[in-house]
């Protein structure tokens, strides 16, 4: 095996394979190692009962023509072999308990119009939302690319607090629910969440919501076959177990069978906490911040029950429905005395077959990954009793919150799995499986501000945990991973023009 690299990337999640793909389509040699026998991380999918399951990737946002996200997957030589299905123009569907349901449209101009509507007299403050909503996103965007920039602005609303902006803009409090109505899509936190978070999650989709048929998984296979096809190596099975240093340069990557790969520059994918102890100990990481990484808190986690349907027996729901046990959206988290979910988004994979009948729906609660912490080093498969027996128990409580309010759901249901926090943390290695990785804070935007560059001079970071969650936040990410090789007009525009 080849042993020596220009790069190697460490963890094979979006972020890590885009790496690959983009420094591999820039001439330089690159090896990928992940651990699990699958490429991917969170955007693997599995078999159960004959039925493609995804693990966590159910939607993405700025896959419309000229959006940024679909611009990147041109760029890297995947859009073409990508299942892409556009979600309908009413995609994403709010629904607090008693109070009705308010969709999200497709464009800014339809966004707006729908909720003024609704809300007649806040049509002012709807507008101020969406212009800033606007000017956030389009300062990643495609003409941003072409003129030489990754990001022009809008990085100041990480302090600025996504709460008290949407209550700046509106009054009335039901609306104020509708407009934050999504904010699990990037762990949304009333006391905490940014802003920018909030702000570039809601703009990617209202540009364009789409989901992806046939699993996510095909995603990181194309990028795993442009990385391939370029001359790169990806190798899977292979764990990384070390980081060898002298002084602030790190010399190998050392693997779980003893075999040391080496590179010019390595890129760590994988959490930061994570990197350091395959850093292990050394005077060029000093302890007050390792401690601070140590430390820094993540997100919540998410308890996910896939539900196999009966063939022909569930229509398909081409849009997302937030469902919300109360009138406070922000209040989510997985209720353990009442033993009930508070909310729970509810979302369908493209049908494999007749595309008129689901045949996969996903049930997405948000839950402390606390609960979990007693069986973290316990394996899939090898778990105790009191692990199976709360999986169950929050699984059925999962289950008939959203039988209770999705009529005929019950009856079409043939068999469920369902997935803990330690299953994502099994995925992706995030400490506890917190769904976002490190919790990002307005109040104190810096401290859990992790920039690409480390205290070793050829080691990277890339990934959802550097400034924002989701499909385009690690994208943008990992540009800025590259950029630091590449230059960032020159890749910049490479992107923006591809």
């Known amino acids: 095996m080849q042993e020596q690299f220009d790069i190697i990337v460490i963890g094979s999640g979006l972020g890590g394979l885009e790496c690959g793909a983009m420094l591999s389509r820039e001439g330089l040699g690159v ?43 041109e760029y890297f030589g995947i859009w073409e072999s990508l299942r892409v299905r556009p979600l309908d123009d009413e995609f994403d569907i709010v629904r607090p308990d008693a109070a009705g349901e308010f969709a999200y449209m497709h464009g800014y101009g339809a966004f707006e119009r729908h909720l003024a509507e609704l809300f007649p007299h806040e049509k002012a403050g709807i507008g101020r939302y969406c212009a800033k909503l606007r000017q956030i996103g389009n300062s990643i965007g495609v003409e941003t690319h072409r003129a030489g920039q990754l990001s022009a602005g809008g990085t100041e609303y990480l302090g600025a607090s996504a709460t008290e902006f949407i209550a700046e803009c509106v009054a009335d409090p039901l609306l104020r629910n509708v407009l934050a109505g999504t904010n699990p899509l990037y762990g949304g936190m009333r006391e905490t969440s940014s802003l920018y978070h909030h702000a570039m999650a809601n703009h990617s989709n209202i540009e364009g919501a789409c989901r992806f048929a046939g699993g996510t998984q095909h995603i990181a296979d194309a990028l795993i076959a ?34 040391v790969l080496r590179a010019k520059t390595v890129i760590s994918a994988i959490h930061p906490a994570a990197t350091l102890r395959l850093v292990g100990q050394t005077p060029a990481i000093r302890k007050a911040y390792r401690d601070r990484i140590n430390g820094l808190p993540g997100t919540y986690g998410f308890f996910s029950v896939y539900l ?18 109360g009138g406070d959206v922000w209040d989510t988290l997985f209720d353990w005395q009442a033993m009930r979910p508070k909310a729970v988004l509810f979302s369908a994979q493209p049908p494999h077959g007749d595309t008129a009948w689901s045949d996969v729906v996903t049930l997405m609660t948000p839950i402390a990954t606390e609960a979990w912490a007693a069986w973290e080093g316990s394996a899939p498969g090898e778990r105790p009793e009191a692990y199976t027996a709360l999986k169950a128990a929050v699984s059925e409580a999962t289950v008939n919150f959203a039988c209770e309010r999705l009529p005929g759901l019950r009856e079409a249901i043939d068999s469920t799995c369902a997935a ?50 989701g499909a385009v936040g690690v994208t943008l990410s990992a540009a800025a991973t590259c950029a630091e090789l590449l230059g960032t007009e020159y890749l910049a525009k490479k992107i923006g023009n591809a």
């Open 308 to 325: 196999l349907l009966k063939p022909g027996r569930f229509p398909y729901i081409n849009r997302n429905l937030y469902h919300y046990a």
């Open 31 to 73: 090896c990928v190692v992940e651990q699990a026998q699958r490429f991917g991380g969170c955007l693997q999918s599995f078999r159960r009962r004959g039925h493609t399951i995804d693990t966590g990737m159910h939607y993405a946002g700025s896959l419309q023509e000229g959006g940024i996200l679909r611009r990147y997957f």
């Open 420 to 469: 803990t926090p330690l299953t994502y943390l099994h995925y992706t290695g995030t400490p506890h499986g917190a769904a976002y990785g490190i919790r990002k804070e307005y109040r104190n935007a810096a401290a859990a501000h992790i920039p690409a560059r480390t205290k070793f001079e050829n080691l990277l970071l890339t990934g959802q945990n550097l400034t924002v969650h």
């Open 226 to 259: 442009r990385i391939r096809a370029q001359g790169g190596t990806a190798l899977a099975g292979c764990r990384a177990s070390a980081l060898h240093a002298d002084g602030r340069r790190i010399t190998g990557v050392e693997l779980a069978d003893g075999t």
